[in-house]
């Protein structure tokens, strides 16, 4: 089939979704998803929206937290636009019917969460995500103008004359199109199913980083995953994400003996940056050859079940008591820092192309993004990238770049030439089936040079094997383990080139962090750049 619009959203998160609410109006929209918006990962956004909405709060103090959690390598200007916009944003949530949670004052009610200085996290309940998701399709979808493609995955960006001018894409019963427009939003999430073990539904698959980087645009920051500390790790129980607003609430990580132990390793305790919590477990479970836990039985039973109905009943399906019982958890693979690089519009190194969200790199998150930062960052820079797509084209200007050191270039192409064309060869069929194992256990929460070495021969093959059986005819189950093998490729050669550890990146064989060589981007791009490293600038 072959479509026209004059604007084409792929993905129906927050990102998109807030993009279309602008679009309305300024001419026909096409939104491609892979599947409702409940399956994004919006829609499994527990914990909530940060915003300085509070009367002890300020868009100042916001900044600071988020410069602190992203370890020296957050964009100023992203963050700064980030915060004192986002308010005006939240608010019009309020005002579009979203059913944050409200204190007895009648104000949104506002919890805290892990390394925020005040309490300025806005929640419905555990189930915020879903709630901004439902506002936002009810109020866009059916709007005049708007044509919505359901259960079609975007495979490739069709770029012509330099410029996006379109997506090619494959529905769930086979049929393959091909849609124009004279802009494309790219809104399509992240990529935790690279990783096997995820808080991330089954269609995070990297597609839209996947079709980014095969059309040429350039991709920044992908060594920092960031691994989400607290997810339920029953055994036969499915791995499901134990919101970081349960910490914020009074939670505590304990150990089998019963010791609350997150002192140890953070002042902050309990409400450490994410990247220092995680690790902190790790160590823990290292240290003591045994489970770490999760604990509320010390806070009011009924409130805290009403607070979390959602995960009180996930919890109980695996036969645990929330509020009374120690609840096994361990890291999972939760949210990508790094995507396609764009400037504070939404622009892509791709004339007429542009990313929003997961998928999007703005610089807002450095090396560890802030919890509940990301709706923010989906609403915020979502609305501006419509506005961008509807004004007249300008120049892109993306953050310049700088030449890498000498052994880091000498580290990239060893990286690069790793995974050989012949190791492919003989290889297991189900290779692909391998990747977010092979990635878990090399290039998950604490890597070092001989698991990323195994991890690229691995990932290597697997993306070289699928990509040369790609054909406009594929189906949608091949792009999607295209875009895996794809992206884990991107990701471990990234982890491979940075010798230091630093925020979500954690070397083993290179502890310290190292702002004197390593507090720059290192970014890629298929043409004509490749093996960049990108400056602070």
Not at 502 to 520: E, I, N, T
Request: hydrophobic letters at 45%; aromatic letters at 4%; one cysteine or more.
């Amino acid at each position: 089939m072959e479509l026209q619009a004059d604007f084409i959203v792929v993905g129906g998160g927050i990102a998109g979704l807030r993009a279309l609410a602008s679009l309305v109006g300024r001419g026909d929209i096409l939104l491609l998803t892979k599947a409702g918006p409940a399956e994004s990962n919006t829609g499994y956004a527990q914990g909530g929206i940060a915003a300085a909405i509070g009367p002890d709060d300020s868009p100042e103090l916001h900044l600071a937290d988020t410069l602190a959690a992203g370890a020296g390598l957050c964009d100023r200007a992203a963050v700064d636009l980030l915060v004192h916009e986002g308010p005006r944003y939240v608010r019009e949530l309020v005002e579009w019917g979203v059913p944050f949670d409200r204190g007895p004052d009648g104000e949104p009610a506002l919890a805290r969460e892990g390394a925020h200085s005040v309490r300025r996290v806005l929640h419905a309940r555990d189930v915020t995500g879903r709630e901004i998701a439902r506002t936002l399709w009810q109020r866009g979808s059916s709007a005049a103008g708007v044509r919505v493609l359901h259960d079609a995955l975007a495979t490739t960006i069709d770029v012509i004359g330099g410029e996006c001018r379109g997506v090619r894409f494959v529905c769930g019963d086979g049929r393959t199109g091909v849609a124009h427009a004279r802009a494309v939003l790219l809104a399509t999430g992240g990529a935790g199913r690279v990783f096997r073990e995820t808080t991330n539904p089954a269609v995070a698959t990297g597609d839209g980083l996947a079709m980014a980087y095969r059309g040429g645009a350039r991709v920044s920051d992908l060594e920092f995953v960031q691994f989400h500390p607290t997810v339920l790790s029953a055994p036969g129980a499915a791995r499901f994400l134990l919101s970081e607003a349960l910490r914020g609430e009074g939670a505590r990580l304990v150990n089998a003996d019963g010791d609350a132990f997150m002192t140890r390793y953070d002042p902050a305790g309990d409400l450490a940056p994410r990247d220092v919590v995680a690790t902190a477990i790790v160590r823990e479970q290292m240290r003591t050859g045994r489970a770490v836990y999760l604990s509320l039985a010390h806070l009011d039973a009924g409130r805290v079940r009403a607070r979390f109905p959602t995960i009180a009943q996930v919890c109980a399906s695996a036969g645990l008591d929330l509020a009374k019982d120690a609840l096994p958890v361990s890291p999972a693979a939760h949210y990508m820092c790094g995507g396609v690089d764009t400037d504070l519009e939404g622009r892509t190194s791709i004339p007429g192309l542009f990313a929003a969200g997961e998928v999007a790199c703005t610089g807002v998150h450095g090396a560890n993004r802030l919890a509940s930062n990301s709706l923010l960052e989906g609403l915020v820079f979502g609305a501006r990238a419509a506005a961008a797509m509807a004004a007249p084209p300008v120049p892109v200007r993306l953050r310049p770049l700088r030449v890498a050191p000498a052994e880091a270039q000498d580290t990239a192409a060893a990286a690069s030439a790793t995974p050989a064309d012949d190791m492919g060869r003989g290889l297991a069929d189900d290779i692909v089936a391998d990747v977010p194992a092979a990635m878990w256990e090399g290039a998950g929460l604490v890597r070092d040079a001989e698991g990323l070495g195994r991890t690229l021969a691995v990932v290597g093959a697997a993306s070289r094997r699928v990509e040369r059986a790609l054909t406009d005819a594929s189906t949608r189950t091949t792009w999607e383990e295209a875009s895996v093998a794809l992206v884990a490729w991107l990701v471990t050669r990234a982890a491979f080139r940075r010798q230091e550890s630093r925020g979500g990146h954690r070397r083993a064989d290179f502890p310290g962090r190292d702002d004197l060589h390593w507090q720059l981007h290192i970014a890629d791009q298929r043409v004509p750049l490749k093996d960049a490293i990108e400056g602070q600038g």
